[in-house]
């Protein structure tokens, strides 16, 4: 059980640090650190104790097996990730040349 | 049949693929290629519509048959609700992409435009097919982080500074979907809806599930923009380029949002009441508090987005009102007219929005601001533009015979036989300041008398803009029809059924 907490906690780092930083960079580092929190969590979920890699043995049918369907989502998932990350650094990259800084205090033209 | 149903999601995937190889080769291949490939959805879907949709088609991916009553396959599952979104998506999506033919192209690399359009509609289209939890929040990112794209579009300091925000604020919502799709695989030990629906009503509700419950509401509810949740809304939706507004408010926030919420709550969740009362104060929150933040905004893109907001909240407060009857075993009638009016609306809020943000970026096409006291006397150079964008502020506002009036009389009637009888009152009293608020945007967008600098070459915007406008006006009219008996069983009954008969969902997936 404890290690569910664990993730939950880094789930709310992760959200801490959105709320919390100034930086650009560093909020996007905050997201990422929430997207592994879960994906963290995912992979948990599918976990066995002393379970083996799903592959059937024929020869040995009361092997305990770990979960593979979690395992797929979390590499598709990841994936998603990377394309949600890279997004967001190409726009904060861009924010940067117009704004000459990563501060969000003076990155606010958008208001009310 | 049911072998036609991946084409929604194959098509125009193809398309966004081919946009960038042969769009660079054949000139214009872009603005001719997309626009067909959408007709060509929209008169699919529409058939569907008017001939099956009593039926649902199941595909599933890779053909994979149920062991023992377990469905192990993805489902696309198209049933009378998924089928009026597809043909919203479709119809909206066809009407903005040819308004881009002229729109977009004052901005440079207009193949990324259009391949990131039939992207996120690949994206929607997805997502309101999906019979699967983790397929499903696939299709959402995709479709999000599209429009994440598209909101970035002018790469000018606003547009980027919204769209940063609609990404964080996005990328939380996502992550907490994701979460609370674990749960849900931890719960139950499967990923489909219908599956789940079965495990989650045979077995007694506890605390967990609510958990859960609220999780969802709070990810999907971030993607709606409902009122705690709201912030990314305004900016993100006025910063895009006008079609693409037309597109995230028209479109996005109800086939990524809404839909998600309605789907799961009706057909997988057990109703419990705590939840629909719940969903129908977020409901009316955003409602009264849309419209209260939209009268003061003098930025027309800015006024519309706000009454995105209001104008969802009556989509969530007929639904909510229809769970609660449903968690309190009440009248069934009333239950399904409440939700008639709440997916009605939705369905016209699509149309109305969608013209208002044609209409907004019609004028800044050509007048090139947004605030409204820089406009005035528009409607002698602009004719058109000022006509379709009076049909659609009567329709928001909800002024007979067009089709918002019709929706809001259903929900509010519902209400009041429902005996919520202060919900029946903020609807109309809302009503009243959308009416207000869009006399505000008539007035001093077409009629006030101001002078212009550049008044000699003020013209109507050219050809396909017109067309898309005038058939939207059309529409707004059109769809009025709905409302009359006849017509309503044969578009929003199955639709309605689906979601009050569990039973039937599941049964139409699982084969028990």
């Known amino acids: 059980m404890i290690v569910y907490i664990l993730c939950f906690i880094l789930f709310l780092v992760g959200l801490y640090g959105i709320i919390t930083r100034r930086n650009l960079i560093k909020i996007v580092i905050s997201l990422s650190i929430m997207e592994f929190s879960v994906f963290l969590f995912l992979v948990l979920i599918g976990y066995i104790d002393s379970g083996v890699a799903p592959i059937v043995d024929p020869g040995n049918p009361t092997e305990k097996y770990v979960d593979p369907l979690p395992q797929a989502m979390v590499l598709t998932a990841i994936v998603i990730g990377l394309a949600t990350t890279a997004m967001l650094l190409a726009i904060a990259i861009r924010l940067y040349r117009k704004y000459k800084t990563f501060d969000i205090r003076e990155i606010n033209n958008l208001r009310g | ?512």
């Open chain 2, 1 to 512: 049949m049911n072998s036609l149903i991946p084409i929604f999601v194959i098509v125009p995937l193809a398309t966004a693929f081919l946009i960038m190889i042969l769009g660079r080769i054949i000139n214009g291949f872009q603005k001719t290629v997309t626009p067909l490939i959408l007709l060509f959805l929209t008169i699919l879907s529409f058939y569907f519509l008017i001939n099956n949709n009593s039926n649902s088609f199941v595909y599933s991916i890779g053909g994979w048959e149920p062991i023992e009553n377990v469905p192990i396959a993805i489902y696309f599952v198209m049933d009378g609700f998924s089928l009026i979104l597809l043909s919203i998506i479709s119809l909206i999506g066809f009407l903005a992409s040819i308004y881009s033919i002229s729109y977009i192209s004052k901005f440079t690399s207009e193949n990324n435009f259009y391949s990131l359009l039939c992207l996120m509609i690949t994206g929607m289209n997805g997502v309101v097919l999906s019979g699967d939890l983790f397929n499903l929040f696939v299709f959402l990112e995709i479709s999000v982080i599209s429009s994440y794209a598209l909101v970035a579009f002018g790469t000018q300091k606003e547009e980027l500074e919204a769209s940063f925000k609609y990404q964080v604020l996005g990328g939380i919502a996502s992550f907490i979907i994701l979460f609370a799709i674990g749960l849900i695989y931890w719960r139950t030990k499967t990923l489909n809806i219908a599956d789940a629906s079965i495990f989650l009503s045979s077995g007694n509700s506890n605390t967990f599930d609510l958990f859960i419950q609220i999780l969802l509401i709070t990810g999907f509810g971030l993607k709606a923009a409902m009122m705690p949740f709201h912030a990314w809304l305004p900016d993100a939706h006025s910063s895009a380029p006008s079609p693409i507004s037309a597109m995230l408010s028209g479109v996005l926030i109800k086939a990524a949002g809404i839909y998600v919420i309605i789907r799961l709550f009706f057909n997988m969740f057990v109703a419990s009441e705590e939840i629909s009362i719940l969903l129908t104060t977020l409901g009316t929150i955003s409602m009264v508090i849309g419209v209260l933040l939209a009268i003061g905004q003098w930025d027309i893109k800015r006024l519309l987005a706000y009454h995105s907001i209001s104008q969802m909240g009556y989509v969530v407060l007929g639904i909510g009102i229809g769970l609660i009857i449903i968690a309190r075993d009440g009248k069934p009638s009333i239950a399904a007219l409440a939700i008639a009016g709440g997916l009605f609306h939705m369905v016209n809020h699509a149309v109305f929005k969608g013209l208002l943000f044609l209409n907004a970026g019609a004028i800044e096409h050509r007048i090139n601001t947004r605030n409204l006291k820089e406009m005035g006397g528009l409607s002698k150079e602009m004719p058109v533009t000022s006509g379709t964008s009076f049909v659609a502020s009567m329709a928001i506002s909800g002024i007979p015979p067009f089709n918002g009036f019709f929706s809001k009389l259903i929900i509010i009637i519902a209400a009041i036989q429902a005996r919520f009888y202060l919900l029946a009152f903020l609807a109309v009293f809302v009503s009243i300041i959308t009416l207000a608020s869009f006399m505000k945007f008539q007035r001093y967008a077409f009629f006030n008398k101001t002078e212009h600098s550049n008044k000699s070459t003020l013209k109507e915007v050219p050809f396909p803009m017109v067309f898309s406008m005038i058939l939207m006006g059309i529409l707004c009219l059109l769809f009025s029809l709905l409302a009359f008996p006849g017509i309503r069983e044969q578009i929003l009954g199955p639709a309605i059924e689906v979601l009050t008969n569990t039973d039937q969902y599941v049964k139409s997936i699982t084969g028990i």
